[in-house]
């Protein structure tokens, strides 16, 4: 979908737009959430027939929403999945630990960071759930990131929308290769680190840890 479809999109549909494709993107479906977001607030700035407001709000609750289902999928559905195949794929019950230690201890930075990086925003929320993150945790740094993110693309676009409009192929491919690059960085480092990590993993997890 080109830029300019999305824009004749939420055009006839409006608020119902921004949220459904927020929602479905932020569930895990490759639909182009933040790139409504950004047709919206575009809109909102030429033609005053959406409040930006409510724009922010409404993708805001939706990510917010879109995010506890994705922990619910990964708590139910992708937990015990990997606990039973994972080391097919290198995931052992040791890195099963090490994965729920970095969400329950760095679980808050990784949800506000995630945020603003396009393949993290995706599939954050599932692995919140698949490594157990603490609920309320969750839904507080949940509501709190999709709130930021919401605010900061939307208030961005509206207030550059011509840029915004002009720029948004770039602007894709480059928060694209961004969120890439810091994935591959992030990687290398836990790679490095993944004796010390592990270390710690078990200290904090082994023995102490209650099943719910």
């Known amino acids: 979908m080109t830029i300019v479809h999305l824009s004749d999109f939420v055009a006839h549909y409006g608020y119902l737009a921004v949220f459904g494709l927020i929602l479905f993107q932020t569930i895990g479906f490759p639909l182009p959430g ?52 994972g080391h097919h794929v290198g995931l052992n019950s040791a890195r099963m630990r090490l994965g729920e230690y970095l969400f329950q201890f760095h679980g808050g930075k990784i949800l506000l ?6 393949i993290l925003r995706v599939y954050q929320s599932i692995l919140a759930g698949i490594y ?21 693309v939307g208030y961005g676009a509206y207030g550059f929308g011509g840029l915004f409009n002009r720029m948004a192929g770039v602007l894709a491919w480059g ?5 890439v690059g810091i994935l591959l960085a992030v990687a290398i480092y836990l790679k490095r680190q993944e ?18």
Not at 70 to 78: A, F, L, S
Not at 113 to 118: D, L, Q
């Open 113 to 118: 960071f995630g945020r603003m990086i396009a």
């Open 34 to 85: 933040e790139a409504a977001l950004i047709a919206a607030a575009v809109y909102a700035q030429h033609t005053h027939k959406l409040d930006i407001l409510d724009i922010i709000l409404i993708s805001a609750l939706a990510t917010t929403l879109g995010g506890i289902i994705g922990y619910w999928i990964g708590r139910w559905g992708g937990y015990p999945v990997l606990m039973r195949h």
């Open 132 to 152: 157990r993150m603490s609920f309320r945790r969750f839904m507080a740094f949940n509501g709190l990131g999709a709130l930021l993110w919401a605010a900061a």
């Open 175 to 179: 928060t694209l290769a961004l969120g």
């Open 195 to 212: 004796g010390v990590l592990q270390a710690r993993a078990d200290e904090a997890l082994l023995g102490t840890e209650q099943r719910s």
